[in-house]
């Protein structure tokens, strides 16, 4: 079966300091892959979608950026944060190619910026 | 641009009583496929429902129903017999066949279930 797993669940960070949130998937190959940011109480805005290994579009200009070493690993990171990177961060994915395919999200990350 | 609009930031419904979410979106294409996620809580994101732009007849799954009127670019959401359970933020979205494969979702409408 297809799950993803994403983590941490929750993290705070000071101002300035990096990140890395991590994102798997396992049962499906070559999926596309999404890194959403939810504030609170609002929508979901897209970060970043990737349909392939090294290939990663970015759809807000920020201090955030994403890598995908490998087909099923997306990470989303940040050399220095700032307070207005807090918020709760989704990844999902779905099949490539299919329209009809939903989106499958993990459990998200809660970052808060001290 | 492709866009999707939820025009109630906020729902309330009576336990066991109907309710509707409404959401349009804006699209000159003809192939799409639409989406209603949930968002309790948790803030795990749970699809509910969807349909193909192609097909006529309305989804349904269990309690929850759309009313998809493709003329009019509307996809809203019925929810019966309103359980606590549903309470939740939900999200409509959309994606185009043939396009980015991107889904764009809309700002969400807030369900609160009063017992």
């Known amino acids: 079966s297809q799950t993803i797993h994403q983590w941490p669940a929750t993290l705070v960070q000071p101002v300035g300091s990096p990140l890395s949130l991590e994102c798997t998937v396992e049962?499906?190959?070559?999926?596309?892959l999404y890194w959403y940011r939810q504030a609170a109480g609002r929508g979901l805005q897209l970060l970043f979608y990737s349909v392939g290994i090294g290939q990663i579009s970015s759809e807000v200009p920020q201090n955030l950026s994403a890598s995908r070493p490998q087909d099923r690993q997306f990470i989303l990171s940040s050399k220095k944060l700032l307070l207005s990177d807090s918020g709760f961060y989704l990844c999902?994915?779905?099949?490539?190619?299919?329209?009809?395919?939903?989106?499958?999200f993990g459990n998200g990350t809660r970052l808060t910026v001290t | 641009a492709q866009t999707v609009t939820q025009s109630q930031p906020e729902m309330s419904v009576q336990e066991a009583e109907t309710v509707t979410l409404s959401c349009t979106y804006d699209?000159?294409?003809?192939?799409?496929?639409l989406f209603w996620y949930k968002q309790p809580p948790s803030r795990q994101m749970i699809l509910v429902i969807r349909?193909?732009?192609?097909?006529?007849q309305n989804a349904t799954e269990n309690r929850f129903s759309v009313n998809f009127q493709k003329a009019a670019k509307s996809f809203s959401l019925k929810i019966s017999d309103s359980q606590l359970g549903d309470a939740a933020m939900y999200f409509c979205?959309?994606?185009?066949?043939?396009?980015?494969?991107?889904?764009?979702f809309g700002k969400g409408t807030k369900l609160t279930v009063n017992p």
């Open positions: 049962g499906t190959s070559n999926p596309n």
């Open positions: 979205a959309y994606r185009v066949q043939g396009g980015s494969e991107k889904l764009v």
């Open positions: 349909q193909e732009a192609y097909k006529q």
């Open positions: 699209t000159s294409e003809s192939d799409y496929y």
């Open positions: 999902a994915y779905d099949a490539q190619g299919n329209y009809n395919s939903p989106l499958h």
